[in-house]
């Protein structure tokens, strides 16, 4: 067991650019999840995958940010047309399929838009 | 709509008990999860209640009335690692507080 991990850990780019983060779940973990997370703050919920369906999405999530997960294990995040306001740091986390099953985060990618 | 709220800071000394408390609103409920975020590091699970009563695991408890909506987390005989924001989530989708932070004091 790896962990969920999440590439890149930084990433810095001017207003404006597209950005697209990738994160890999733990291998056995059906369920995929995205937030944002801003200091002080605790993660928002972006969207869910259960396999390599989009069962939920946030609605704070405009029409820039699209998620992937095309075989039901890795997951990407685009955000297009990045604004100031896009900074913060992006975090995965995986589970099993059920309620009651824990997430596990990855280490999340930390966004900067200059 | 969906409101969970937390203290946003406290301090407590080592070697004592401190209790994070956590009130929620929510228009669906399948549990609720404490989770611990050292700074700069991702969120770790703690445990999580689904229904009414007291979960004990070693020096951590939580505890959950679903009638209040309300839930604490109990930590006993404080260590400095201790120091961390701690997160209460409800499950529907996962929603977080914005977290307590708790600094551990000689």
């Known amino acids: 067991d790896t962990g969920v991990s999440q590439d890149p850990r930084h990433k810095i780019t001017k207003r404006g650019q597209n950005v697209t983060f990738r994160c890999d779940p733990i291998s056995e973990h059906n369920r995929l999840y995205w937030y944002r997370q801003t200091l002080g703050q605790g993660p928002e919920f972006l969207t869910y995958?259960?396999?390599?369906?989009?069962?939920?999405k946030s609605r704070l999530l405009s029409d820039r940010f699209s998620a992937e997960r095309p075989k039901g294990s890795f997951s990407t995040l685009e955000i297009q047309r990045t604004e100031q306001g896009d900074s913060a740091m992006y975090l995965c986390?995986?589970?099993?399929?059920?309620?009651?099953?824990?997430?596990?985060f990855g280490d999340g990618t930390r966004l900067s838009i200059l | 709509g969906q409101n969970i709220d937390q203290p946003t800071e406290m301090t407590a000394t080592e070697g004592a008990i401190v209790q994070i408390n956590c009130t929620y609103q929510?228009?669906?409920?399948?549990?609720l999860f404490w989770y611990q975020q050292h700074a700069g590091e991702a969120p770790t699970f703690l445990s999580y209640n689904v229904l009414d009563g007291l979960e004990e695991k070693g020096r951590f408890s939580s505890f959950l009335s679903r009638s209040k909506g309300y839930s604490y987390l109990l930590l006993k005989e404080l260590q400095m690692k201790d120091s961390a924001s701690y997160l209460c989530?409800?499950?529907?989708?996962?929603?977080f507080g914005a977290g307590t932070r708790l600094t551990v004091k000689p």
């Open positions: 989530a409800v499950r529907r989708g996962m929603r």
């Open positions: 986390a995986s589970s099993l399929t059920g309620e009651l099953q824990p997430q596990h």
């Open positions: 929510t228009s669906g409920f399948n549990g």
């Open positions: 995958f259960q396999n390599e369906a989009q069962l939920e």
